[in-house]
């Protein structure tokens, strides 16, 4: 019974397969051959090379042409073509269908002319050249005439005259779009990433050329200076002329000397192997609209152009220019050696950890003259960070000069510079760039900067003078010391120096703890004392004031003794025994801003300023 339904199924598979083989081929073929027959245009639509369209009414006319693999349009003007309206004609003549159609020799048998369906006069001629590019091609030429009575199609003369086509009007919709639609309105079409130079010409009499060449990521004026451009304004610019449309053509009343001829700006981008020119005319009669053409086009347009735009290319030599004086790689720096007049010269070297990195930090090395020779002390890593931030983002207020003169460096200070700063730069072999910094100016509030070996001078902030100081008290590293967990603060004693009053005074037995001991202290008074003791823990000076440690301390405009003294004991517990003991002492002079009271020690060799939470809690427990 199973084989027997195996067999059935088998039987009519077969059959129906040759079913489809047969009939279904047969349906297909009668259906190819109807489409076929329906179709008006046969294999000269299928390589369009040219097309002309001839209309009856103003403006309806105009011609294109393929070159290569983009369309053009030849006349009303030349320039290139719509690829899309293009497309959409192309493929209206290459599936252009009839409803009906019928011969013309029978007109005459019904009384009838080709008059009667618009075809003497029509009012749209098209013609079409095809074939490969290269041979002798193969002209089309077709007539559109009015439309029928009934439904919404068209009467069409076939190429040879022998027959009158009935087809729909989408045909002559295509052909008789508005003619800003049929043309690009794309000026420059190399984008960005494949431009490699800009170049800019003013008219005269200043006639100034400006050149800026592509290297890698990079940006560079070639004229009038040899220098760095801003890669992010440059290619912006780029941009914006990439962005540049065609307002409108002027085909009637051209300007009485057309761009080309006497452009107020001429802008070339050049490209992979290819180039583009824009020369821009004078200003029409509307605000930011000006006459424009291309090189190599006859055609006269007009294009807006933003202000901001026409402004940065009539000012490219400083508007596109990198204001960052200096370029470097903070990550890279070795060492940076900061001179100043009448100082001697301060290094500041990095440390490299024992794995090859930079987490080692900073070191100051301070060179001396005599048997005295250098000295080091640790550097303040975040400190040496800013300082090569702000020199990675120092940026000239203005081009101060690009040719100065030898009374200009005089005037300028370069012959004695306030400050040298020395970058080394880490590689095979290191280089070196050497940045200096010449006479701040009270009344432009800048001061000059140059880097040595450079013509070029800038204009920048005064600031730079204060950021870039050979004080080793600048560098200092701010933390001064710092307890281990396991230390403990068993006493803390403030003195006041004057009396040898005592503000506070607190020692722990040997089980108390400082929560225990403060429990019965006010509120404010506790918070200040654990104030005090977080900060001891660890100590950090808001800024150095002064090397050693003196008597009395110049604060606030005068020489002050001492007001307060502050002693901690600190044990640090050892392997065995009870550990060690060591007494910290800060001596604190009397407070002289809200942000500032100064802070002397022996044992760390300086006059610093404390920081601000310390100098609270002090506040608190030297008020009565």
């Known amino acids: 019974m199973r084989s027997k339904v195996t067999l059935v199924l088998l039987f009519l598979n077969v059959a129906l397969f040759f079913f489809i083989f047969y009939f279904e081929r047969d349906w297909r073929i009668e259906r190819a051959s109807q ?23 103003p403006g309806s006319s105009f011609s294109l042409e393929r070159r290569g693999d983009a369309w053009f349009l030849t006349r009303p003007v030349e320039w290139p073509a719509n690829l899309n309206a293009v497309s959409r004609i192309l493929n209206e003549l290459q599936f252009l269908e009839h409803e009906t159609s019928f011969s013309t020799r029978d007109l005459e048998k019904n009384g009838q002319k080709l008059a009667d369906y618009g075809l003497d006069q029509p009012k749209v001629t098209l013609s079409f050249t095809s074939g490969d590019e290269g041979a002798a091609g193969r002209t089309t030429v077709l007539r559109i005439g009015d439309t029928t009575k009934v439904g919404d199609h068209l009467y069409l003369l076939s190429a040879d005259g022998q027959k009158i086509h009935v087809v729909a009007r989408s045909l002559a919709d295509s ?7 049929l043309r690009s309105d794309v000026i420059y079409s190399i984008q960005v990433f494949e431009a490699r130079s800009l170049n800019l010409q003013t008219a005269a009499p200043s006639n100034v050329r400006v050149r800026l060449d592509r290297e890698g990521s990079r940006w560079l004026f070639r004229t009038p200076v040899n220098a760095r451009a801003g890669k992010n304004s440059t290619e912006l610019a780029i941009n914006a002329l990439d962005a540049l449309r065609v307002k409108s053509f002027v085909l009637q009343d051209p300007p009485a000397t057309a761009p080309s001829t006497a452009p107020l700006l001429r802008v070339t981008i050049e490209g992979n192997n290819r180039h583009e020119t824009l020369f821009v005319g004078a200003q029409t009669d509307e605000a930011n609209v000006y006459y424009a053409q291309l090189e190599d086009r006859r055609a006269i347009f007009t294009v807006p152009i933003p202000v901001g735009l026409m402004n940065t290319l009539r000012n490219a030599a400083d508007d596109l220019r990198d204001r960052h004086i200096l370029d470097f790689d903070a990550g890279a720096v070795t060492s940076v050696t900061l001179s100043a007049l009448n100082q001697p010269e301060l290094a500041l070297q990095r440390l490299e950890s024992a794995g090859g990195g930079h987490e080692a930090g900073w070191q100051i090395i301070r060179r001396g003259g005599g048997a005295q020779g250098s000295q080091t002390l640790a550097a303040d890593s975040a400190a040496v960070q800013r300082l090569l931030e702000q020199l990675e983002t120092l940026s000239a207020q203005r081009f101060q000069s690009d040719a100065p003169t030898n009374a200009d460096i005089e005037d300028w200070g370069f012959n004695r510079p306030e400050r040298e700063v020395a970058l080394t730069i880490g590689g095979s072999p290191p280089t070196q760039i050497t940045l200096q910094i010449g006479l701040p100016t009270k009344r432009e509030n800048v001061a000059y900067a140059r880097i040595a070996g450079l013509p070029s001078v800038y204009a920048v902030e005064p600031d730079i003078l204060r950021d870039t100081s050979a004080s080793p008290l600048a560098w200092r590293e701010r933390a001064l010391k710092t307890l281990p967990a396991s230390a403990r603060i068993t006493s803390l004693t403030l003195t006041n120096t004057g009396d040898n009053a005592v503000v506070y005074s607190r020692k722990l037995a040997e089980n108390e703890t400082w929560d225990g001991a403060l429990a019965a202290e006010p509120a404010p008074r506790r918070a200040a004392i654990s104030a005090v003791l977080l900060e001891l823990r660890n100590l950090r000076a808001a800024s150095f004031v002064k090397d050693g440690f003196p008597d009395k301390v110049f604060a606030a405009g005068e020489v002050r003794s ?60 030297t008020q009565p």
């Not at 517990?573 to 002397?600: I, K, N």
């Open 562 to 621: 001492w007001k307060y003294r502050l002693d901690a004991a600190v044990s640090l517990p050892g392997g065995t025994g009870t550990g060690q003991v060591d007494t910290m002492t800060l001596w604190l002079a009397e407070r002289t801003g809200g942000s500032e009271q100064l802070a002397g020690s022996k044992e760390f060799g300086a006059v610093f300023a404390i920081e601000q939470p310390l100098l609270d809690a002090l506040w608190t427990l």
């Open 35 to 57: 489409e076929a027959r329906r179709r008006v245009l046969g294999a000269e639509a299928a390589n369009i090379r040219s097309l002309e369209v001839t209309g009856s009414s």
């Open 175 to 181: 052909l008789s779009i508005p003619f800003d639609q």
